[in-house]
């Protein structure tokens, strides 16, 4: 058997359970603008998907693929004591709320610009960006400052995130 998933989360109102899952690369804080509008009809449990924000990474790992964190979330729910929550997510967590919602395990389901919607060079180009993304954030912050310095770097780099990369403060 393996051990339960554990997440840092918040935890506010009351009501029937709706758990939040955030995009890919962020946290439970994305929610925190609507967090307390939510909570006025609903016990909301906002989480920071294993290995984002401050929740571990699983000692058995990162889960390899969409059953894996399906049924990580399912074991949450169950250490919770919720029993078939509502789910909203956006990004990679409304792709996992979908999956959810196709496995029965939630009452409901809302999707907010789901991943998953794409080609597979579509597929490659996204996780060629992340991975550049996360080996980036491990680079000194004179190093970022310098590279970020130049547009065309600053606009390959955060182009796929920001809008209007060139207003970014450095």
Do not use: K, Q, Y
Not at 49 to 76: H, T
Not at 127 to 147: I, S
């Amino acid at each position: 058997m393996s051990a339960p998933v554990e997440v840092v989360f918040e935890r506010r109102g009351a009501g029937p359970p709706l758990v939040l899952l955030h995009g890919i690369g962020h946290h439970w804080g994305a929610w925190v603008p609507v967090l307390d509008r939510l909570a006025e009809a609903h016990d909301v449990i906002a989480v920071d998907l294993p290995g984002f924000g401050r929740s571990p990474v699983p000692s058995a790992g990162l889960p390899a693929d969409m059953p894996g964190l399906v049924a990580g979330m399912v074991e949450l729910f169950a250490a919770l004591g919720l029993e078939r929550p509502h789910v909203a997510g956006n990004s990679l967590g409304g792709a996992i709320a979908l999956e959810l919602a196709a496995t029965g395990a939630v009452s409901s389901a809302t999707a907010l610009s789901p991943a998953g919607f794409c080609t597979p060079r579509e597929l490659r180009w996204a996780l060629t960006v992340l991975t550049l993304h996360r080996n980036a954030a491990r680079l000194p912050e004179p190093v970022l400052r310098h590279l970020f310095a130049a547009p065309a770097l600053r606009a390959l780099a955060m182009g796929m995130i920001l809008a209007r990369p060139d207003r970014m403060a450095l």
